[in-house]
């Protein structure tokens, strides 16, 4: 969620066959994206490096990429299943604001892409939005924006 950009949903129903480490995608079905459109995510280094480490090769590709344990599997694992771990693992840790959801890892990605000069337009890709104007609006309501990048520039 963090460098790709999916949301949990999403995430929980990859099938090893639709990441392509060879190209440094992973495949986004139609079928369950939310906007209905079958597109791919390049993965960032980080992604990369953590799913190559993850050995991959040889296993079923049909197996879900998260499945139990979260480990590759034959069968998914159920979005509550993953929000009632996270909020555990929250608990663990000691934190305990309600804003932290597993969703906000998406979030947190973008805003630190952003932050890191990601331009809007790499950042309108990865997030899979049909418009720029969609992009500056999600941006805007995590509270990025343009005027912000161009405050702490000089030319």
């Given at each position: ?35 209905k ?104 309501s ?8 161009v ?5």
């Amino acid at each position: 969620m963090y460098y790709a950009f999916l949301r949990p949903s999403e995430l929980l129903q990859i099938r090893l066959k639709h990441v392509d480490l060879q190209n440094r995608k992973i495949i986004v079905l139609s079928s369950i994206s939310k906007n209905k459109k079958q597109q791919a995510v390049t993965l960032a280094k980080p992604l990369y490096e953590l799913l190559k480490g993850m050995k991959l090769e040889g296993l079923n590709e049909s197996y879900f990429l998260f499945g139990r344990g979260l480990r590759p599997g034959p069968t998914g694992l159920h979005r509550n299943r993953v929000s009632d771990r996270h909020r555990e693992v929250l608990r663990l840790c000691g934190i305990t604001d309600s804003m932290v959801t597993l969703y906000s890892w998406k979030h947190t990605g973008v805003v630190r892409a952003f932050q890191a000069g990601l331009n809007i337009k790499l950042l309108q890709e990865l997030l899979r939005h049909h418009s720029l104007e969609m992009t500056d609006i999600y941006l805007k309501s995590l509270g990025l924006t343009i005027n912000k990048e161009v405050e702490e520039k000089s030319w």
